[in-house]
């Protein structure tokens, strides 16, 4: 087909294409190095303006500290002259006036003193020597004068009116105190001067003071009108004062250097401070310098640099000409032939071509390029002659989609199920709109393409092809398949066909029609089902049932020498937990106690959830040694777990029993049971502990025992069967009852009293001792109301079990008792023990420093008995320590036990602590705990526990 000749068009030739943006490169490139060059030179002169203005500065600092040194050896040597010093002490002014004569042509002369002023201590001037000319500010003077003879201590100062005079002001001294002060001046000019001495050519030192309104005219100096300053002196004398005077007011910048041109010469002016002690006028000073020479330098760099880069962008321009000349213009022969071919024309596309052509030896891709186009032209020209027979071909297409266009839309309004035909070869020829809907594909994607290509499972697609070219040879019949089919969004949808030969004689006519039914959600709901009957939904793990058949597969089907090890997990304090923090916190720690388990190695051969805190895990190969290393292992990674939702005061840990296979059972049923009684064993022993099944060690006698006593408690605390007895503590300095310690007995409907020997180690091991500390704090606090109100200072001590520390709600319910009794707190003392202290140190120390607070105080039972029972004593804020009776009761006749609690009560008192001793049963005893130190005794000697107060002083 030809080209429309508005298509045809002038263009911008490729050769200025090329050569324009390299020319820009080229330029920037050396404008870049120009560039580069410049700013090096710049940033030497800057380094070395930068080290003139240091030195200008160090020199001007010089000279200001050598002519304070001078005025300070004068002014130290004219008051210790030996008849100047008495008159100066006494306060002669006739005797200074006439020493005037004697010393001032040397001091003025030699030393360039201008004035030598002498004060009385209050600050008046009573003396001077100077020249007529020069002017005395004695009211400012004064108040330095004084200063100076009330610190004793020499000072410095700079007056800057119609001159500028440097004082230094020293005390006299007379027998050790200040009677009198000598004030020696000299011209700030001479600094100024010596400067100019020192300096370079090209610098020079102005002094500078503010302008001051009514002067007298012989007095004025050179104004600097855009400073509003006054030049006082200048080194550089009349040019000096010029350059100053030439700064307009858009030069300055505070604290900068300022740059003026002066007769055609580049100048800077850098202000420098004066580090003077005290001064009066505001002077400051300014530091000239003479650029202009450094400024020349650089300005021809800079031209030098720019002419040597414009001399190379040329040179690269006319090679970069010459190079590309040639080659554009056998490009730009090629370019005009090519939109011929468009035209058809391609015999003329031939013959220009064959223009271009070259010997061998000079081949390169411009050749190879009309080589490529004369190909072009070649194969363009069979094709035009195809394309008569493309376009019938066309037509015939047509057709045959309008065809099944009209099938279509006949079978889309018969029913909402997924239609599709499919041609003989297992193509898509038409899907309906429930089709597109469900998987999400455009019409457009899936025609052509195979039905079983969108089938999930490739073992389904594969036998869903043979199973259809099956139905295609055979005589009406129909095929049905349940298949996964893939959606667009990578989802799967199970549905069911159904698939029918529809007999169609032309291959390309619709050979099969498919219907399906959707039937995704039916397998959801019943693999839900499925799930909930062998699954725990919370974690995911097996649940109890399913557990146990897998358990019992597993050991059915092991070998001879096979053996294993069956891990049953309970977590101690769930309930608590559950009740405290709630279900989701609760849920959090199961959720992440599965993770742990699942991540175990080696790698469990079966993990379950066995009830509400219960865990089993059963591992393959693992004896005895090494599955209480592993169980061990486990406590340690739970003990590790924190969750956000969990107080910080529950520590995540469990208790195990461990069975063995084939040593403890060979069924499933009963390695379970055996290690429900081995987890009871461990249980018994208190939180966090595991226990390996032994046949013979009376589990299940010990069970039921358990079982008894939590009867017992429960119905205990159900019909308030505890009952407090307190038992009195003495004061062994006074000899009088100072405070008593609750004792709790329980009772049972048939009158039996039973003692906490019986009962307390249940209800610690199964979290029941939480109720009975409550109803202990409960009637102990109503106990020591009704005991305040008789004797005001009498104190009460109750006991605390360890459950209590780890409990966030147990710091609340004391103060609402304390709230409610209206009893005073400091009569209240909690005894705890090393153990409930030390299982979690900062969690108890944080609830005693909470407790404390509201008033209440804490004693340290079984004191001695603990291997670190010293360091807790200095860790945990406890106002007094029990010493553990298996260190009292023999005391009379034990060697060993005096010297341990005489050890023990010195370090109790080293730490400011109060020392009890119980089981005190004689006189003995008591004469020895007196002799030791020991602060109070308690005791069947002193009184037995009685429901009943006694013996109250």
């Given at each position: ?135 005395v500010d004695e009211a400012a003077l004064s108040a330095q004068v ?625 109720g009975i500390d409550r109803l202990v704090l409960h009637k102990a ?173």
């Amino acid at each position: 087909m030809a080209i429309p000749a508005s298509r045809s068009r002038r263009f911008f030739s490729l050769r200025w294409k090329i050569i324009i943006p390299l020319s820009l490169v080229l330029l920037a490139v050396n404008a870049s190095l120009s560039y580069i060059n410049y700013n090096g030179q710049r940033a030497q002169f800057e380094l070395a303006h930068k080290a003139s203005e240091a030195q200008s500065r160090r020199f001007a600092a010089e000279v200001i500290t050598q002519l304070g040194t001078q005025l300070e050896m004068s002014a130290n040597l004219i008051p210790n002259l030996s008849d100047v010093h008495g008159a100066v002490v006494n306060g002669d002014k006739t005797a200074l006036q006439l020493y005037y004569q004697r010393y001032w042509d040397a001091l003025h002369f030699n030393s360039g003193l201008e004035q030598v002023l002498f004060f009385k201590p209050d600050g008046q001037l009573f003396a001077s020597w100077k020249e007529n000319s020069t002017q005395v500010d004695e009211a400012a003077l004064s108040a330095q004068v004084r200063q100076v003879i009330a610190d004793e201590h020499p000072q410095r100062l700079l007056a800057c009116t119609t001159s500028c005079l440097y004082y230094f002001i020293i005390p006299v001294l007379d027998n050790g105190y200040s009677v009198a002060a000598v004030a020696v001046a000299a011209s700030f000019v001479d600094a100024v001067l010596s400067f100019q001495r020192i300096a370079s050519s090209d610098m020079a030192l102005a002094v500078l003071a503010p302008n001051i309104s009514g002067l007298p005219a012989s007095s004025r100096q050179p104004q600097v009108p855009a400073l509003n300053r006054r030049v006082l002196a200048a080194s550089g004398g009349l040019q000096s004062i010029e350059i100053l005077q030439s700064i307009q007011p858009r030069d300055i910048r505070v604290n900068q250097r300022i740059s003026v041109s002066y007769r055609d010469r580049q100048y800077e002016i850098l202000p420098v401070p004066i580090i003077i002690g005290a001064s009066i006028g505001n002077p400051s000073m300014a530091v000239i310098f003479d650029r202009t020479q450094d400024l020349k330098h650089l300005h021809a760099v800079a031209w030098q640099s720019a002419g040597i880069g414009m001399v190379g962008l040329i040179i690269s321009e006319l090679m970069l000409l010459v190079l590309l000349w040639i080659p554009m213009r056998h490009l730009k022969r090629t370019a005009e032939a090519l939109p011929l071919l468009g035209r058809g024309e391609f015999e003329v596309v031939r013959s220009r071509l064959e223009k271009t052509r070259r010997r061998n030896l000079l081949h390169d891709e411009l050749d190879t390029l009309n080589a490529s186009a004369l190909d072009l032209a070649d194969r363009l020209e069979a094709l035009q002659e195809k394309n008569h027979s493309h376009s019938t071909e066309l037509d015939n297409l047509v057709r045959q989609l309008s065809r099944e266009r009209d099938f279509v839309s006949g079978l889309l309004d018969t029913a909402q199920m997924i239609i599709v035909t499919q041609d003989s070869q297992g193509r898509i020829l038409m899907a309906n709109a429930y089709m597109l809907a469900l998987t999400g594909f455009d019409y457009r994607e899936l025609r052509g393409a195979k039905l079983t290509d969108y089938f999930s499972q490739p073992k389904q697609a594969m036998d869903a092809n043979r199973e259809l070219s099956a139905l295609l040879h055979s005589d009406g019949a129909s095929l049905r398949q349940e298949t996964a089919l893939r959606c667009k969004n990578g989802e799967s949808r199970d549905v069911v066909w159904i698939h029918s030969s529809l007999g169609a004689e032309n291959p390309d006519d619709a050979a099969i029609l498919s219907v399906g039914l959707d039937i995704t959600e039916l397998h959801r709901v019943e693999k839900q089902a499925s799930y909930l009957t062998e699954y725990d939904p919370l974690t995911g793990l097996y649940n109890r049932h399913r557990f146990q058949e897998m358990l019992q597969e597993i050991l059915s089907h092991t070998e001879t020498q096979f053996n294993g090890a069956l891990i049953y997990l309970d977590l101690d304090e769930f309930k608590s937990l559950n009740d405290t923090a709630g279900h989701t916190a609760a849920d959090q720690v199961l959720h992440a106690v599965a993770s742990q388990l699942q991540g175990l190695l080696p790698t469990p051969a079966l993990i379950g959830r066995l009830g509400g805190d219960d865990f089993g895990v059963f591992f393959n190969h693992l004896d005895a040694q090494h599955a209480i290393q592993l169980a061990r292992h486990i406590q340690h990674s739970l003990s590790m777990i924190t969750l956000a939702e969990v107080p910080l005061s529950h520590k995540v840990s469990a208790c195990i029993g461990i069975t063995l296979f084939p040593e403890h059972g060979t069924v499933a049923q009963e390695l379970l049971a055996n290690a429900d009684l081995a987890l009871f064993r461990a249980k018994e022993s208190g939180r966090g502990n595991l226990h390996l099944y032994a046949p013979d060690e009376g589990l299940m006698e010990r069970v039921l025992n358990r079982v008894y006593w939590v009867d017992k408690i429960e119905q205990a605390l159900a019909d308030d069967q505890f009952e407090l007895y307190f038992q009195p503590i003495l004061s062994l300095s006074d000899n009088q009852v100072s405070h008593y310690e609750a004792l709790v007995r329980m009772h049972n409907p048939a009158g039996d009293l039973f003692m906490p020997i019986e009962f307390i180690g249940v209800a610690e091991t199964t979290g029941l001792i939480r109720g009975i500390d409550r109803l202990v704090l409960h009637k102990a606090i109503a106990a020591l109301a009704e005991l305040q109100l008789k004797t005001p200072d009498i104190k009460l001590s109750v006991n605390l079990s360890g459950r209590s520390f780890s409990n966030p709600r147990w710091l609340e319910l004391l103060q609402d008792e304390l709230n409610s009794s209206g009893i005073n707190p400091a009569g209240l003392i909690f005894e705890i023990t090393e153990t409930a202290a030390v299982e979690d140190m900062a969690s108890a120390r944080v609830l005693m420093e909470k407790v404390i607070a509201l008033g209440c105080a804490f004693s340290l039972d079984d004191f001695g008995v603990g291997f670190a029972s010293f360091d807790y004593l200095k860790q945990l804020p406890v106002e007094y320590v029990k010493i553990d009776g298996s260190f009292i009761r023999n005391l009379a006749t034990s060697t060993d036990d005096q010297l341990f609690v005489k050890t023990l009560v010195q370090a109790a008192h080293g730490f400011g602590k109060k020392t009890v001793a119980e089981f005190v049963e004689n006189a003995e005893i008591v004469q020895l705990l007196r002799d030791y130190g020991v602060d109070y005794a308690q005791g069947y000697h002193i009184g037995k526990p009685d429901p009943v107060f006694g013996l109250i002083a």
